[in-house]
Nanobody
Framework: QVQLVESGGGLVQTGGSLRLSCAASGRTFSSYPMGWFRQAPGKEREFVAAITSGGGIKYYSDSVKGRFIISRDNAKNRVYLQMNNLKPEDTAVYYC????????????????WGQGTQVTVSS
């Protein structure tokens, strides 16, 4: 099992930017896809972005495509989410996650989760 710790959340105005970071423990980080999900109050956890083990392929939800960028640094065991042009509807707790198979968008298919970091976008 891997431990995932997110950081970088906070309060930002509409149109602003934040960069989330996720630090992973373990020596097998580079072997697995990584993803970001978010959950707003009263809503289900939803897929945001994912990246393959080598970083060569990235996936985004339609709601963040063109605004968010996922990346990873396998030498540092870290995955990042650069969030630009933030909107109030981006307000949520953001979670870093890992799975042992190929990239999918269903939260139930992911194996390990961080504790989450709050992102709040004010209008």
């Amino acid at each position: 099992q891997v431990q995932l710790v997110e950081s970088g959340g906070g309060l930002v105005q509409t149109g602003g930017s934040l960069r989330l970071s996720c630090a992973a423990s373990g020596r097998t980080f580079s072997s697995y896809p990584m993803g970001w999900f978010r959950q707003a109050p009263g809503k289900e956890r939803e897929f945001v972005a994912a990246i393959t083990s080598g970083g060569g392929i990235k996936y985004y939800s339609d709601s963040v495509k063109g605004r968010f960028i996922i990346s990873r640094d396998n030498a540092k065991n870290r995955v990042y989410l650069q969030m630009n042009n933030l909107k109030p509807e981006d307000t949520a707790v953001y979670y870093c996650t890992r799975r042992t198979g190929s990239v999918v968008t269903a939260a139930s298919s992911y194996d390990d989760w961080g504790q989450g970091t709050q992102v709040t976008v004010s209008s």
